[in-house]
């Protein structure tokens, strides 16, 4: 391929579950080699669901999860400071959950595994159970 064919190659699009979010933000040297290049990769969009807010509020507020700052104010600075885009919800990733086969009962994996398939990214978890989904998927 020469580099005329690169240009016009898609960038690559990823999801980050919450444990990859945060060790990319925290602890890069955690995630497997694979998953830190294309996180660090400038050409990779690296997406981040409404979801990982989620957990990470109700973790924090639940005393699991010590940050350095409130959620509402860490998330969205780490995410900016490292260029990730915020992926709402939507109503089409809530109804898409319904079509998921049961293997994972984790409320947060599952609307992260539909928003995977109905946005065509790839998902980056270490998740053994999530990594069964007809998915495509990055070990994080």
Do not use: C
């Amino acid at each position: 391929m020469n580099s005329d064919d690169d240009q016009l190659a898609a960038p690559r699009r990823i999801l980050l579950d919450t444990n990859a979010f945060l060790w990319a933000v925290q602890e890069p040297d955690k995630l497997e080699d694979t998953a830190r290049e294309a996180i660090e990769d400038p050409d990779t969009e690296v997406y981040i669901s409404s979801a990982v807010a989620w957990e990470i509020a109700i973790k924090h507020g639940k005393g699991n999860l010590p940050l350095p700052l409130a959620p509402l104010m860490y998330v969205p600075s780490r995410m900016k400071a490292l260029g990730f885009i915020d992926l709402p919800i939507t109503q089409e990733h809530a109804l898409a959950v319904s079509l998921l086969p049961a293997i994972h009962a984790d409320p947060f994996d599952r609307i992260m595994i539909a928003q995977t398939q109905v946005e065509g990214l790839a998902f980056v978890t270490r998740d053994a159970r999530v990594l069964t989904y007809p998915i495509n998927t990055i070990r994080a």
